[in-house]
Structures are given as C-alpha cells and as structure tokens.
C-alpha cells in the first residue's frame, strides 16, 4: 500500500510540472523521473562550467609543474 502525501505549489510550479506530464502519467510519476533524472546527471551536463574561472588556469598550470618534477626525480632503488 502506497502511503500518499498532500504537497503544496505555486501554480508556477504546477504549471511547469504539468507541461512535463504524458497523458497517462500521474504527477508523481513525473516528480519521480525527475528525481531519478537529477541523480543520474550525465557528464556532458558539466561541461563548460569552469570556463569562466581565471584560478583553474594557476591550479592546471601547479599541477603540469607537478608532473614535471616528479619525472625528472631519481629514484635510487637499491636493496
């Protein structure tokens, strides 16, 4: 037995919701795809976001710097 909740919203918010319901879909079907959907973002959908982060240009540039020495270390493996 499916125990049932009485939510509030905006008529914004249901109209928005609306647009999003199939003819035979119920308003929580739709609340739960969009559920399921926000938890499996792809990662297509954070593409782009750090574009306008002047620091990460510093971070990428540290971390290459990184790479460098530690590649140009001597390791002395003796027994």
Do not use: Q
């Amino acid at each position: 037995m499916h125990m049932v909740k009485v939510i509030s919203l905006s008529n914004k918010a249901y109209e928005s919701l609306k647009t999003l319901k199939e003819a035979k879909e119920s308003f929580s079907d739709v609340v739960l795809k969009l559920a399921d959907k926000e938890k499996k973002k792809s990662l297509l959908e954070f593409a782009g976001l750090w574009k306008e982060m002047p620091e990460l240009d510093k971070i990428f540039e540290g971390v290459i710097n990184e790479r460098h020495v530690s590649r140009d270390r001597k390791i002395d493996l003796k027994w």
